[in-house]
Structure formats: structure tokens, C-alpha cells
């Protein structure tokens, strides 16, 4: 018996595949400081867990498929803030972003189709592709100068017959580069001259450290029937566990074909429905802390990152992510390594091997990507075990 030859394909995750090393290095007693998923340390809002306690049901039932229509209702609300026009029937309410993407995928391309994403990107953007049978081309951003998108020529020198769709993330998963108006507006010319799809995830909106406004893909004019917008309440109010996301579009059709798989899959989580109903009413003291809290972590993560030997960081300018730059080999290897060879004083980390995110594995060798998702004090320990293990590792390796 054989796996199917997709399954072989699927990538394995640069965030989760050296989970078993670091439990392993837990059960060896050993505290390990985890960088490597966008898991925040952030206490959720108090409101949440007041409805959760508030629950008051005989039937835990199934939900809509395109999830209860009170969140939906209240999302239009949560939008209309950030200047989005749109009605409940626009939204429909998924298990998570990720479940997001993949029915967009699934929705509006087929086998064989093409969709163009910046380099480095989210790892599962890539294995969703696959999952849909689609092929992922890319556009290269580099880390010197700060993941800075390229000309849009280089867009336009990877679309071919084939090509269906434009893929971005904004704030980005994993670079924390924020586009700029002018870098929309031709993303936006691009999508209208080849008529594309144009799939934006902006999960991390609430987190953009730059006097620079907000560009929502929902906000490009005459393209509306061409936007899918992927969103999730996981990071805006350290809600993972819930899995609850949305995918919007003006688009009926695209709509129509989504609600075939929603109903396959029955229903969205209907307590993650009911939590982050009542999240949206966070009071906006709660979301300055949070945001203020991550602006702190960044630049102290990047400063003393980039105090570190031969450790290079950009500072991102949005979500809470930065790709590094190590003076190793072998990223991943060093990764594991640390893991199952080293220690400083019980202690250890756990980074995402930078290659995960790109196309190409033999890119991002010396790269990894961290999460700032620690409290400042944690973050000062890990940076002080990271240079001890650069140290180490370098002098085992010279």
C-alpha cells in the first residue's frame, strides 16, 4: 500500500516539523523558549471567557454553514472601521484563515492552475496549493533590503496562460513587510489587466508600526469582484484555539462555490463562533496594550538581534514576525541542533527553519524566522541562549 503521491508532495510545516525534538527536550528537563509559532503569550480579552462561562444551551448544534449571522452581522461593524464596505451575505465565517485559504483555492482554481506569491511566504500557502493541485510560482524578496516588494514587472514576467491568481499577506507572514499604497495600486493594475484573483490575508491589520495608512485589498477600486479577503480573530485577540476565520468577497460565484465546501465540512466551531462574537466587543484600551506590548517586543528583539555577531535583522514593520539571518550552514540543521545537542544553563529555543518559506528549499539556508510572541524578559533569555549556541555550534562547525 502506498500514500498518495499528493500527500508525498505536501511539504512538511517549518513552524511544527521539529516539534518532537523540542518535546523530547522538555521531557529531558530542559525550559525551551519558543520563537517559532505566532502563538502569543498575550492574555485573551476578558470578554471572551465571560461568554464562555455566560453559555447557556440544552444543544450544542450544529451552525450554518456560512457560520451564525449575529458574527456576521458584527464583522460588518468591525469593518466598516477600517473604511471596507460590506453586507453579512459577503462573509462567510471559517475554521480559521487556513480554512480560508484552502477554500479559496479550492473555489477558484484547478488543477494545474498558477498563483504567484512573494517569496519568502507563509509555509501553508504553499501546501494548500498542493492540496488543490495548483502550482505556486514566486516572486523574490530579499532580506537585505528589508523584503522590499521588486518592480511589478516581475509579477508580470511569472504570469503565463496558466496563472489565475495573486497571493499576498499584508501585514506579511513571515517578513512583517507592509505594502505601500503605490505597491497596491499596481498590484491592483496587475490583477485588472490579466483578470486575476487576488487573495489577501490580512489577519495582522492590528498590528502595523509605521505612520503609513492601512491598504486593504478591499479597498482597490474596480476589482471588487476579483478580492477574496482571508481573516481570523486568532492573533487580533490571541484566540488560536478557537478557529474561527472568514473569508469575504463581493464576488456571488466565488461565494456559491465556497458554500459547497462549507457545507461538506458541515459547520464552522459553533463555541469559537460565540467567543469571538463577543471578542469584537473588546474595549480598545485592551487592543492599545496589546499593540503597544508588540511594538516593545519588536524593537527589542531586532535591536538585540542585530547586537548579536554576524545575526542580521530587518525591522519589520508589521504583525509580529522577523526573518533572521544566521552566520550558520545550515539553518535547520542548527534549528534541530539546538534542540537535541544543545543547552545553556537548562535552557534552550525553538526557531522556524527559514527554507519552510520558500519555494525554493535552497533559499533561506541561513534564515530563520521568529515570532515575538515572548514577553520581554523571556525574549532577553532566549537572545542570551542564541548567542551561546551560535558560539557553540560555530566552534563545533569551524
Not at 500500500?1 to 528537563?29: C, F, H, T, V
Not at 502563538?39 to 471572551?48: G, L, N, S, V, Y
Not at 466598516?80 to 480554512?99: F, H, K, N, Q, R
Amino acid at each position: 500500500m502506498q500514500i498518495s503521491q499528493r500527500a508525498q508532495n505536501m511539504p512538511s510545516s517549518p513552524i511544527r516539523k521539529l516539534a518532537r525534538y523540542a518535546d523530547e527536550a522538555k521531557r529531558n528537563g530542559l525550559h525551551v523558549y519558543h520563537l517559532n509559532i505566532g502563538q502569543p503569550d498575550i492574555k485573551t480579552p476578558r470578554c471572551a471567557f465571560d461568554a464562555l462561562q455566560d453559555l447557556d444551551r440544552d444543544i450544542l448544534e450544529y451552525s450554518p454553514s456560512e457560520g451564525y449571522k449575529s458574527l456576521r452581522t458584527k464583522l460588518v461593524s468591525y469593518y466598516a472601521e477600517y473604511g471596507i464596505d460590506l453586507s453579512p451575505d459577503e462573509i462567510i465565517i471559517t475554521c480559521g484563515g487556513s480554512e480560508a485559504v484552502q477554500f479559496a483555492y479550492m473555489a477558484c482554481l484547478n488543477p494545474g492552475d498558477e498563483i504567484i506569491v512573494t517569496d519568502p511566504s507563509y509555509a501553508n500557502y504553499m501546501a494548500f496549493a498542493i492540496s488543490a493541485g495548483a502550482i505556486v510560482k514566486s516572486v523574490k524578496t530579499s532580506i537585505e533590503d528589508g523584503f522590499r516588494l521588486p518592480p511589478v514587472s516581475k509579477f508580470e514576467e511569472q504570469i503565463t496562460d496558466k496563472t489565475k491568481a495573486i497571493l499576498i499577506c499584508n501585514p506579511n507572514n513571515p517578513t512583517g513587510y507592509l505594502y505601500t499604497r503605490k505597491e497596491m495600486q499596481q498590484i491592483r493594475d496587475l490583477v485588472k489587466k490579466h483578470n486575476l484573483y487576488l487573495f489577501s490575508d490580512e489577519v495582522y491589520r492590528e498590528f502595523i508600526y509605521t505612520k503609513q495608512p492601512y491598504i486593504s485589498a478591499c479597498h482597490l477600486e474596480g476589482i471588487e469582484e476579483n478580492v477574496v479577503l482571508i481573516d481570523s480573530v486568532s492573533k487580533r485577540y490571541s484566540e488560536c484555539g478557537i478557529r474561527i476565520g472568514a473569508l469575504i468577497t463581493k464576488n456571488k460565484e466565488v461565494r456559491k462555490a465556497v458554500m459547497k465546501f462549507c457545507q461538506a465540512r458541515l459547520s464552522p466551531p459553533l463555541i469559537g463562533q460565540l467567543i469571538a462574537e463577543a471578542s469584537l466587543s473588546t474595549p480598545q484600551e485592551y487592543m492599545d496594550e496589546v499593540y503597544e506590548e508588540y511594538l516593545s517586543r519588536r524593537n527589542f528583539l531586532v535591536d538585540g538581534l542585530n547586537k548579536i555577531d554576524g545575526v542580521y535583522s530587518p525591522t519589520p514593520m508589521g504583525a509580529f514576525y522577523t526573518m533572521v539571518k544566521l552566520p550558520v550552514d545550515d539553518a535547520e540543521k542548527f534549528c534541530q541542533w539546538c534542540l537535541t545537542d544543545f543547552s545553556y544553563e537548562g535552557q534552550t529555543l525553538m526557531m522556524a527553519p527559514g527554507s519552510g518559506f520558500y519555494t525554493d528549499p535552497a533559499e533561506g539556508r541561513n534564515e530563520v524566522r521568529m515570532a515575538y510572541v515572548l514577553n520581554k524578559e523571556d525574549l532577553g533569555k532566549a537572545l542570551f541562549v542564541l548567542q551561546k549556541a551560535l558560539e557553540e555550534y560555530n566552534k563545533q562547525n569551524g
